[in-house]
Each structure stands twice: as structure tokens, then as C-alpha cells.
């Protein structure tokens, strides 16, 4: 028989044939359903298998294709596979091999056909078999088929190669969650202004655009997505018209120019989806921070106010509620976090394996309850995820495909996928997901549709911070928040400042800073929102000082006075904090709350020094839980009244000397007279 690629042993076509070979192990790849097609000037073509239903391969002078209508079969029912080959120059036959094989490459089915052709021409043959016959049991078949062409004396094959998914139909449809994170860095600075073109940065904005209206256009679409409501809430803005800082000066953009109206359409669209039910808007902080980060800075106690300012950013920007699911930043849901989201009303969260422990191993990636209680912990099948991140779209209908069949698991299959700068494109997740809903196995569902009560119980872990973050930033942006809290505890909630600098201090939080790659290379960004909300802080709080002399009392107790100037021009409630040392302490209370007016406060502390003649008396005062200020003096008892203290002392112990020495006089006295 003639070889394949004999005809090419000159040297000249031998060299091409070594470059064919090497393009030969990069086949194009198919997204559901479409033609993979790699292209050859001769010899021996291969295409990779793919659960699809077409697959197509090209060589010179033809075209050859595999296609079924019926990639997914349940056990017991017919199989079809149809060959198409199509001829442009001179060919006098097709010799077409059908072969079915398990996955071990053992043979199970075996057919050839030879197919006459008169060029140029096409010509087809149908292989079908009953999945009985061949007694195929649930799961995934390889499927190759050989075809040769020739004509004259030249011979020309290619190897075409797809799977039969054989499936259980009594067992239920398996539930498919796709989770999409869609996030981005603000192009706004801590005053309002935007310092990036927000026609030009517009990937987030795009992504999630892209994926709602997929889920408006197709009925069996589900969707779970996040999306940072600190875009959301900027996105509205520039809908209604914004100024942009451009590099010759103050830019005015209308609401009624093309970039607003594109905002406001992406708005309407993921609006019109969520309530629509099919696109679930999980719950998210207001700057999308990292539950890890900020868990392991020590600010956990920020995760309700992420929270609750975020579902207010949501529904101002989209008259929408978000669910009760959350999909954070860092794929983790610390444990220290749980009592804090659950307060924040969330009932449910994505999160990947990695973040989990049962035991010693990672929790299976399926829904567990959450170790502390309070949540349902729905975990993302890493592999599945990692195969939709990097695009292959086959792997990942394959990889759900062996869930739908294992025997062991049971529950929701959750894929996580990241969209905005650096993250994936939407048809990327819309094709796997349009091939998974077509799949007779699998169902789409959102998380809150997927949630069921188990008794399956997952600890849950932090993430390792990232490694790029730069030496001090923490400690900054912990610092902003508490200045901002105490700014908020002295002016009251709804005062214009407190409400500016608590929402620059939640924003410095933002795991965007972080950059895609985990560069921190926009971490000066971040730093520049917490040192805004510190200066907003400092304008107001900086104006209280607290003036304390140190004091002689004229006797042991009395009232030190207290000093509060307020130089500033509104009032402010604050916390005034007294200690004592050596032993004297405070007669009355220690802590009190009081308002300052624009002037200047007074009060007294009152002190008992007891038997001390002097004691250190530090006066703190506080805005929340920040020492605005404090002053540390000395308090003494007057000199004559510690005089006369100290004389009635000498004059007790010296009439209880002259008791004892009479009466040991006295005893001496009875015991020489009886001796006698």
C-alpha cells in the first residue's frame, strides 16, 4: 500500500512536511459547536477530540467534516456520526474509517467505508449503532475516524477525532452555576474628578454590558454575577453627564453624547436582567475588597459597612435589590468574617476549594455549611474553572460531563469566572454555557437557585495576601478608617465630610489596587483615598485641644478643671476619658460624653488621692475610638493638709507606743513579784 506522505521524500517537500507536522500539534479550537479547522499543504492532518458537534479538517484539494446532532446520548439509545467529504481537484475515492474506542484506546466499533467521487464533488456516508448493542455504559467514548483521498498516485489522509458522551438518563439533570466577576479600578480620583477617559476604559463596563444581554436574549441562560457597585455607582454618574480631566484642560461630556448614553444602556440592560430573575446580581462589599485583606489587616469589623454602603450603591444605580449570595474578591470567605456577613443580611457565598477544609483535604466542590455556622458555602470546582479562565470551552463541557456521571458527587457544579481588564472574554463563558444548556445532562442554574440545605460541614480559610503589596499600605488604609469613623462619631452620619471620608476610606480597601496580574501597581491610588479620608478627619478633629494644669487640691479629694477648646466652626460630640496612677483614683465617673460647641468647654474631674500625696491624672479625648487628644499632669494635695495628716499619724502611733510600754512595764512588774 502506499504511504502516507511517501510522495513527499524529495527534499525540498520534506522540509515542509516537518513544518507541517509541528503546526499539526496546535489544532484551532472549537467553541461550541462551531468548525475547528486546521489548515495543511499535505501529509497527515490530526485534530484534536472535542465534545462538540462539528469538527472539521482541510487539506490540499479537500475538505472533510465530522458532525453529529446528538453529541450526548442516553444509555441504550442510538448513536450517529456523519462524515462529509468534499473534493476540489482530481480524486477517484474516499476511504472512510469509522472507529469507537474507550477511554483505555481499547476497540469497541469498527466500520470502513470506500466512497467513489468524480471531482469536484462531496460525497457523505451516515455511521449509526445502537448504544445497547454495544452495551456502552454512562460515560465518554473517544470517537476517530480516518479518511484518505486519492487520485492518481497521490494519497492525502487526515484524522478527524470527537467523544460520545453516553449519559444516565434516570439520573437528575446535573446543576450548572456559572459565577462571573466582573471588576475594575475607579477612573474617578478622591474629588470627583475623572482622571481617565471613561470612553476609552470601558472593558467592565463591556464585559458585564456583553454578558447581560446574553442572558436578556436567551431563555434558558442563567447567570450569577458580581460586579463592584463602586463601578456601578460611577457608571451612573457618567451617564448623567461628567467632566473629564484631559491633558489640555477640563473636558464637559453631556448625558446626551454617545459615552453617557452607552453607560446608561449598560445600567438598563443588567437592570432589566436582574429583574428579570435569570441574571442573579449577588451581593458584593462597595469597593469589592479582598475579605482576606482586610481580615488579615485586622479590619474585619468593615465588612458590614462594605456591605451595607454597597447594597446602597447598587440600588441607587440600578433600582435593583442584589440577592443574598456573595462572590468576594480573593475567592475566600475568612472564617473571622461569616458573623459579619450574615449580619449584613448574605446567606450564601462562591468560594474556591483552595479556601476550604474538611479534615486535611480541600471540601469537594459541591454546597456545604460554613465552620462557623450561619452560611451556605457553595464550592467552585477549581479544574472546571481554570479550563473556562484559560478558554478551552471543550475541557470544560468534558470535565462537567465526568461530574454529571460520577457516582460520588452529588450537587451543584459552580464555575467562577473573572471579566474586566485582564479577565475573560464573555463569549468565551457564553458558548460553554450555551453548550452545557443544550446538554440533555446539565441544567444552568443561579447560585440561589442552587442552594439546598446539607448536613456537609467546610472550615473556612483566608487567602495568602498577595505578596506585591506594598510595606505600610495596611497600616495606611486601617488608619483612614478609623479617622473616618471617628469623623462620623463627632459630626453625626449624614454631615457632607463624614460621608466623603468614610467612602474614600472603603474605596483605599478595593482589591483592584491590586492590579489583575497582583502587581499593586495603582497601590499610590488607593493610598491617595486614604489619605483623603485622614485630611477630611484631621480639618475637623484637629481643632480640638485640651488645655489641664497640674494642681495642688486643698485637702485629699477635690475637682481638677478641664479645658476643651473647639476652634473650629460647628459642634462636635465627643468622648472625654480619665486615669489616675500611684493609688488615687477618680470619685466619680471616667468616661464622659459631651457636645462642644465652637468655643470653648469646661468641666471638672473629681479625684480622691487617699493616702497618696501626689498622683498622675491623664485626660484623653476621644472621637469614636481615636484619641483626638490627651494631656498628662500632675495632682498634689496641699502641704499643710499633708502636714497635719502626717502629725495626726505620728501622734496615734506614738500614744499606741506609750500603751504598749506601760503595759509591758505592768506585766514585768506581776512577774517579778510572783517569782519572789
Known sequence: MHRPGHALMRPAKAA???????????????????????????????????????VVAQFPGARASLDTSRPSVA?????????????????????????????????????????????PASVETYFERQTADLALSPGVYPVEVTIAITGGDTRREATLS?????YDQKRPRLPVVFVARVSGQPLSDPQGRFVADPGRFTRARDDARELAGWVLANPHARLTMSVSPLLLEEWRRISEGYEFVSPEGLERVSADEAVPRAYADALQTIAQAARGGRLELVSTGYADPSLSDITAAGMTDDVLPQYEQGLSATFAALETTPSTGTVPAGDCVPGETVAHLVRAGVRYAVVNATCTRVGDTTATPTSHRSRPGGLTILVADDAVSSALQSGDTSRVVALAFARATDEKLYGPLVITSRFGPGGLEPSVLTAAADELAAAPWAGLRTGAAAVRPTK???????????????TGYWQEVNLARRWADALQSA???GAADAVTARRDSLIAQAAAWADPDGSWAAADRGRAFAATAKRYADLTLGSVRLALQPITLSGPKGNVPVTIRNSGERPLQVTLRARTSGGARIAGSEVLTMSLGPAESFTEIPVDLRQTVSSRLTVDILAGDVVVDSRTVEVRASYLDRIATIGGVVTVLGVLLAFIIRRVRSAEGTYSSSTS
Open 16 to 54: 515542509l512536511a516537518v513544518v507541517f507536522a509541528f503546526v499539526a500539534l496546535f489544532p484551532t479550537s472549537v467553541v461550541c459547536g462551531q468548525p475547528t479547522e486546521t489548515s495543511q499543504t499535505g501529509g497527515r492532518v490530526a485534530v484534536a477530540p472535542r465534545p462538540v458537534a462539528r
Open 162 to 166: 470527537a467523544r460520545l458522551m453516553v
Open 75 to 119: 444509555a441504550g439509545e442510538p448513536f450517529g456520526f456523519r462524515v462529509r467529504v468534499e473534493a476540489t481537484d482530481s480524486a477517484t475515492q474516499a476511504w472512510v474509517r469509522f472507529r469507537l474506542l474507550r477511554s483505555t484506546g481499547r476497540l469497541i466499533y469498527q466500520r470502513t467505508r470506500v466512497l467513489p467521487i468524480d471531482a
Open 491 to 493: 459630626v453625626g452620619e
Open 456 to 470: 456537609r460541614t467546610t472550615r473556612l480559610l483566608a487567602a495568602k495576601r498577595s505578596p506585591g503589596v506594598p
